[in-house]
């Protein structure tokens, strides 16, 4: 865009060297080119600013995704807290149940022998 604008100014310094004195035509050329050197430049800025956007929407899904994974890890801690929990509820009435079963036996046992 800016060689366009180069080549246009090199074309218009060598008609004027060269005797032209018709710059109408070279004018509105530029005038033209100016005009498309602008809408670039405006659409360049356009597209930084979503550029922009884009970059702070992908920092926002970064820190939410670091945030969820801290929640899942917090998450696991407890599940795995509850699960040592129950085992050793398991074990404790697993015992308890021996007990039983073995006061049980025993007093079987023992009304058998007492008959």
């Given at each position: 865009m800016y060689k366009s604008l180069l080549a246009a100014a090199s074309m218009l310094s060598l008609m004027a060297a060269a005797g032209c004195t018709d710059l109408k035509?070279?004018?509105?050329d530029v005038d033209g080119l100016k005009s498309q050197v602008s809408g670039l430049q405006t659409q360049v800025s356009a597209l930084k600013?979503?550029?922009?956007?884009?970059?702070?929407?992908?920092?926002?899904?970064?820190?939410?995704?670091?945030k969820a994974s801290q929640a899942a890890s917090a998450a696991?801690?407890?599940?795995?807290?509850?699960?040592?929990?129950?085992?050793?509820?398991?074990?404790?009435?697993?015992?308890?149940?021996?007990?039983?079963?073995?006061?049980?036996?025993?007093r079987t046992s023992y009304k058998a022998k007492k008959s």
């Open positions: 035509p070279l004018q509105a600013a979503s550029a922009d956007a884009a970059s702070r929407s992908a920092s926002a899904a970064q820190s939410m995704a670091a696991q801690s407890t599940a795995n807290q509850a699960l040592t929990a129950a085992r050793a509820a398991q074990s404790s009435a697993d015992a308890t149940n021996e007990k039983v079963d073995r006061m049980f036996r025993k």
